[in-house]
Each structure stands twice: as structure tokens, then as C-alpha cells.
């Protein structure tokens, strides 16, 4: 049964410090997303990757977020300096990325990252 | 602006009645819809999606859920919830010009009491 795994799963740091979220999508899949979930905000998608390129990363704070895809395996998120601001739960999911002729495209999430910047 | 509202904020019901959340969603174009649950402490979980078809879809764990295009509506159901059914529940459309984006609603959180 084929998963999208996140490390690591809880993360408690100092505000300053930096974070590094990993993610690796599903096998075969070819787009990637990465979601912050807070209770006052929802579910927002940060950026996401198609074929390992960034597509949008217009709901990230450019300043001290980044995210990029070394490889097709592996897809990072990372947070310099982080601040308490930040606390919440990243979810990556990942997707087929199947548009023609119709998109079928489904998102499949992983179990997430729960930071908590003090 | 796309947008995805779930006007149900916080559900709670006994084990045995019926469940309907709604959805509705604002855009202009064709959309696949999506429903994913979220149990407490764990992932979201797709439920049940909406490509084209049948306006009436059937998920896993006995949910379904209607699409009513002219209400731009996508409401979810169910005939009898369990206490195994509480959890948060969210709505996502994905416009058929950028599939890739999902806009999610806010969601719903849904208490069953035994």
C-alpha cells in the first residue's frame, strides 16, 4: 500500500533555530505539495512541484521558507529562522499529476510534521 | 476568487441519525470535488471524489455525496454515523483549468456521541 512518509513526525525547537521537513511522495508521482494546517488559518498550501520544478510558492513566506525537490524522492521544507509563528502541521501530499484529457488527479497526504516553535 | 465554504463549523450528533455537511464552492468553470476526512491525530484521508458522471458518488465507510451543479453545492452523507465517524471533514475543489490546486474549505468538525 503504497504511502506518502514526512519526518519527522514532531518537532519541538527554539524560535531562531532552522527546521527541515522531509518528505517523500508515492512512487511514480509527479506532482508534490506542501500544506500548513493551523486552526485559526485552515489548510494552506504553501508551494508545490511538478516533475521536481516549484510551481507556486506564492503562499510561502519567501523570507525565511524554502522548499525544494532535490531529487524525484524527496521533496524538503525548510524554515530559517523559525519563529512560534510557524507551530502547526505540515502535510506533503503527493499526485499523479494526470491532466489529459481530463484530470483525474487525486492527492494522496502524508501523516504530516507537528512544529512547535517555542 | 475560488473559494470553498463549509458553513458547519461543528456537528454533533448521537450514533444512528443522519449526516449531511454541506459544501458549496464558488467558480465559475468546471471542477472535480473532493471530500477527505481527518481522524483526530492522523492524516487527511480522500472519502469520496467527483470527476464527472453520476452527480450521486458513493466513498468508503458508507459516505456519499451529491454534486448539484446549479447550486455549485457538493453536500456529504450519510444515513447513520457511528462514533467511529467523529472526526474533521473537508471540502476541496480543483478547477478543471489547474488541476493541480486543491482549495480546501474550512472544514467541519463532527462529534458522534455513543
Aim: charged content about 20%.
Amino acid at each position: 500500500d503504497a504511502r506518502v512518509t514526512q519526518t519527522p513526525r514532531h518537532k519541538v525547537t527554539e524560535m531562531g533555530q532552522e527546521v527541515t521537513m522531509r518528505c517523500q511522495p508515492i512512487l511514480g508521482h509527479n506532482t508534490v505539495f506542501w500544506y500548513r494546517q493551523t486552526m485559526m488559518q485552515g489548510l494552506e498550501l504553501l508551494a508545490y512541484f511538478r516533475n521536481r520544478a516549484p510551481l507556486d510558492d506564492s503562499g510561502m513566506p519567501k523570507d525565511r521558507f524554502s522548499a525544494e525537490m532535490p531529487d524525484a524522492t524527496l521533496a524538503t521544507l525548510k524554515i530559517q529562522p523559525s519563529e512560534p509563528r510557524d507551530s502547526a502541521v505540515y502535510f506533503c501530499a503527493s499526485g499523479s499529476g494526470q491532466r489529459a484529457p481530463v484530470s483525474t488527479d487525486t492527492q494522496y497526504f502524508g501523516p504530516g510534521t507537528r512544529l512547535t516553535v517555542l | 476568487a475560488q473559494s470553498v465554504s463549509q458553513h458547519n463549523h461543528h456537528v454533533i450528533l448521537s450514533e444512528a441519525a443522519s449526516l449531511e455537511l454541506g459544501c458549496n464552492y464558488s467558480y465559475g468553470g468546471t471542477v472535480n470535488l473532493f471530500w477527505y476526512v481527518q481522524y483526530p491525530g492522523q492524516h487527511l484521508q480522500l472519502l469520496l471524489k467527483y470527476f464527472s458522471g453520476d452527480p450521486l458518488v458513493k466513498g468508503i465507510k458508507g459516505f456519499e455525496a451529491e454534486f448539484i451543479k446549479s447550486k455549485f453545492s457538493f453536500n456529504l452523507r450519510k444515513p447513520s454515523v457511528q462514533w467511529s465517524d467523529t472526526a474533521e471533514y473537508f471540502c476541496a475543489v480543483s478547477p478543471l483549468d489547474n488541476t493541480d490546486k486543491l482549495i480546501f474549505g474550512t472544514g467541519t468538525r463532527l462529534q458522534v456521541f455513543p
